[in-house]
């Protein structure tokens, strides 16, 4: 049964896009979060992933600006049961996708810097990563629609407030 995340401070209005990478997602396979904050979406996910019962790594990716979030993060994690789950990387996501290969995840969700140019390096970045799936979150805001035409063009989903292109 999942647990309630409304408690978490964060958002987490896109379960639908989660549940589909989950369903999707082969076991064995690999998912990413970049902009986990204070962990309510990536614990939501980890919450469907073990649902599910299949084997699913998740990581997330997060600069968690100070020791204070990240200790937010963390006790979330511990507090929701799912602490062993989610591998967390402590760095910008500018830097973090250094230490990815190709094509390392089915998918992966940003939901970190909105400015133009922080879309379009994440997008850019992350992209060769995943397998299936890039998605995000905020499409209402002009600088990231405007990042993503600059990278993918006009060839994605809007669902709700978030957007899933898939290759």
Request: proline content about 4%; hydrophobic content about 40%; overall charge negative.
């Amino acid at each position: 049964m999942i647990q309630n995340t409304s408690t978490i401070d964060g958002f987490y209005d896109f379960e639908d896009i989660y549940q589909k990478f989950v369903d999707e997602c082969p076991d064995g396979g690999k998912l990413l979060e970049i902009g986990v904050f204070k962990g309510a979406s990536i614990i939501g996910l980890a919450q469907l992933v073990k649902e599910s019962g299949k084997n699913i790594e998740i990581w997330g990716v997060d600069d968690w600006q100070n020791n204070h979030i990240y200790n937010t993060f963390f006790a979330n994690t511990i507090q929701q049961g799912v602490t062993h789950m989610i591998k967390p990387v402590r760095a910008p996501s500018g830097i973090a996708y250094i230490g990815f290969p190709a094509n390392i995840f089915f998918a992966a969700f940003i939901d970190a810097d909105h400015r133009f140019s922080a879309v379009v390096e994440d997008v850019t970045h992350y992209l060769p990563k995943v397998t299936k799936y890039l998605a995000g979150h905020d499409i209402h805001l002009p600088s990231v629609k405007l990042g993503l035409s600059k990278t993918i063009g006009n060839d994605y989903e809007v669902i709700g407030k978030s957007w899933i292109y898939e290759k």
